[in-house]
């Protein structure tokens, strides 16, 4: 499903190297987490490959099903079957929730040449999907994460998720700011959307998400690259012993 | 200081440029004597004058008035929502074959021509009386223009509830049209009218409105100023709220040249409340100006001047707003924010927010910013799968809402921001 090979980004304003030389793989029908100390890299993996502005790819490739991630606008990505649940999903005073997810989805659908849906259409996907993640019809109805809570929004974002379907999802830091209710929320629309034709991303902190999110596979990235990969175990190792054994035993400086 | 020939010249002329109205009632030839008298002292606006540093005055004043080609009759007429009673006006001139007749419940209707040639004693009270009280501190030569020569318009007086709204249209004929149009307007205690203003009107189009709203009324006013694109025009708004009444007028401005409303606001009675919004969207060779003078007088008294402006390709946007509350006015809440979308580096915003008190139980904040499309926000909407340009109008029309938003009724406010979706839609 996503490819990424040798990936080297830069800041475009700052001149520091963030990444350097990312190789991941996350088949169709997984869950891989990427779990890594603060700067590491982790962030600007997931805005690198959603096509936020402000990073350059110095080197190296990332595919979606072997389609050139790196050389399309956000919106095309996002067509392509591409999601990222922001770590800080963005508050937009004004646009209404429903009108942005309705524009949202007919968008994608016409860049796919599907047909759009009707109000009604749309309003019944919706309203299932928002029933699920216990969220209200008041919230619909908001501007776009104005005046939500910190779990409103991540849920909304899961919202999101479920409504528009995309192939390839990355959850970043999903789990901040959530408390055990609302994290148990957010881990079961995820799980309810978990299918062999879809993989997942989840980028995280804390193993106590991957309790809740169970991954096939676990990545530790530090200092720009993932340098060791495992399963499942390897979160709990992280869990227990925090990330200096883990980077001292792959050689990495310790900050 | 004396004030300079070239300004008092300029009055002489735009007095001599339109006929002296003959025929009329005493009452109504005192007030237009006091209006002329007041515009030969002071002289036309200049660009030197404190209140037109900003806007240049020259082109509403110069003589012919400049050509504004017609725009083609494809435009659907706004408000379209709402069953109206429209008053039609082409070139400035009342067209009675077009309009609605002037009968509606709870409302009396006449043209300005008639009223003035009689004596009605509540329209003496109000006809060149609250415009000559906004002449002080700011002058507005213009609409004392308007006051000592306008002879078309309409004078009502409100009793009840008007049964559906009053739509005056301007409709445009000639290329060349120079137009002055003044409307006077009573609500009784406890009256409610909903008045809306469509169309460019006239090449050149000067309108004053007088409202005077007794206790315990409310006034709703919705206008949108026609998209031609070469017009000009320069209106006056002057309301004077009593006891517990209420006023809300929102402008919708899309293109034209020159565009400069000014709004004259007093709130003489207590617990009175006055909202006076804006939302314009320009592009290219465009220039439009809020100049607001807010007055509490009474107690108690909540006013709110909401002003937005999307500009690009060069387009000004001018907002001089001012709060003044008297000595006495405990409890004011007044409140003032004016933003510019600039979405290139050529367009311009220039804001001049007054605060003035002489109370010292007030609540007054005001506000002012300018800046561009929201990169955060521009992201997060494409990676959802929006296009640039879809995102980038989603935004710009979440932008104006808070604008439109001070519209009560929902169904024009849905009317005006589907016209602006079009409007941003046509100038992908």
């Known amino acids: ?255 | 200081m004396a004030v300079p020939a070239l300004k008092l010249d300029a009055a002489r002329a735009l007095l001599a440029a339109w006929p002296e109205p003959a025929g009329e009632a005493h009452w109504a030839r005192a007030a237009r004597a006091q209006a002329e008298r007041w515009l030969r002292e002071c002289g036309a606006p200049a660009r030197r004058d404190e209140y037109w540093k900003f806007t240049d005055p020259a082109s509403l004043i110069v003589e012919p008035a400049g050509e504004a080609a017609l725009l083609a009759a494809d435009e659907v007429p706004v408000f379209q929502t709402r069953d109206t009673h429209r008053l039609v006006f082409v070139d400035g001139v009342f067209s009675p074959e077009a309009s609605t007749p002037l009968e509606i419940a709870g409302v009396e209707i006449a043209p300005l021509r008639e009223v003035l040639g009689v004596d009605i004693h509540w329209a003496r009270e109000v006809f060149g009386q609250l415009e000559a009280a906004g002449q002080v501190p700011v002058q507005r030569p213009l609409a004392a223009l308007n006051t000592a020569r306008a002879v078309e318009g309409c004078v009502i007086r409100v009793t009840g509830a008007a049964s559906r709204p009053i739509h005056f249209v301007y409709r445009r004929k000639a290329a060349g049209a120079d137009a002055m149009v003044r409307h006077v307007i009573r609500l009784e205690p406890g009256a409610d009218l909903t008045l809306l203003e469509s169309a460019a009107g006239a090449a050149r189009l000067n309108t004053v409105m007088e409202v005077e709203i007794g206790d315990g009324a409310a006034f709703h006013h919705v206008r949108t100023q026609g998209r031609d694109h070469q017009r000009r025009a320069v209106t006056g708004l002057f309301a004077r709220l009593g006891r517990e009444s209420r006023l809300k007028s929102f402008t919708l401005t899309v293109n034209g040249r020159l565009t400069r409303n000014e709004a004259f606001v007093e709130l003489r009675g207590d617990d009175a409340s006055a909202h006076v919004a804006g939302a314009c969207v320009g592009d290219g060779d465009f220039h439009h100006d809020d100049t607001v003078f807010v007055t509490h007088a009474g107690q108690g008294c909540e006013s709110r001047q909401v002003f937005k402006k999307v500009l690009r390709g060069g387009a000004v946007g001018v907002f001089q707003g001012k709060i003044l509350v008297k000595p006495g006015a405990q409890q004011t809440d007044g409140y003032q924010i004016s933003q510019s979308l600039l979405l290139d580096e050529a367009s311009q915003f220039l804001a001049k927010p007054e605060l003035e008190i002489y109370a010292d139980d007030v609540k007054c904040s005001h506000g002012s910013t300018s800046g561009a499309v929201d990169e955060t926000s521009l992201f997060y909407l494409t990676s959802r799968g929006i296009p640039k340009q879809t995102a980038e109008e989603l935004l710009i029309l979440a932008f104006l809402d808070e604008a439109i938003a001070e519209i009560e009724d929902e169904g024009l406010a849905d009317e005006l921001r589907e016209r602006l979706a079009a409007w941003l839609a046509r100038r992908r």
Do not use: W
Request: net charge negative; charged share 25%; glycine share 10%.
């Open chain 1, 1 to 255: 499903m996503l490819t990424i090979e040798n990936l080297h980004v830069r800041l475009e304003e700052e001149d520091k190297v963030i990444l350097r030389g990312v190789n991941l793989e996350v088949p169709a029908g997984q869950v891989h987490a990427i779990m890594g100390p603060n700067g590491s890299g982790k962030s600007t993996l997931s805005y690198v490959l959603s096509g936020r502005d402000g990073y350059e790819v110095t080197e190296g490739t990332a595919t979606l099903e072997g389609a050139d991630l790196l050389g399309m606008e956000p919106e095309e990505r996002a067509a392509a079957g591409l999601f990222l649940a922001f770590q800080y999903p963005v508050e937009i005073p004004g646009v209404g929730n429903l009108t942005f997810l309705r524009t949202a989805l007919n968008a994608q659908r016409k860049a796919r040449g599907e047909d759009e849906l009707n109000a009604a259409e749309f309003l019944k996907v919706v309203r299932a999907e928002a029933k699920a993640l216990n969220i209200d019809a008041e919230m619909l109805k908001r501007p776009v994460n104005v005046g939500f809570s910190g779990g409103e929004k991540k849920r909304n974002e899961i919202l999101q998720m479920a409504v528009l379907q995309p192939r390839m999802c990355i959850l970043d830091e999903t789990d901040s700011g959530l408390d055990v209710d609302a994290m148990k929320l957010v881990a079961d629309g995820v799980n309810a959307l978990r299918s062999p034709d879809r993989a997942f991303l989840v980028i995280t902190h804390y193993q106590r998400l991957l309790d809740h999110i169970v991954p096939d596979v676990v990545h530790i990235m530090a200092d720009g690259r993932i340098v060791q990969s495992g399963g499942p175990e390897l979160a709990i190792e992280v869990e227990t012993n925090g990330y200096a054994d883990i980077l001292r035993s792959v050689g990495e400086r310790v900050a």
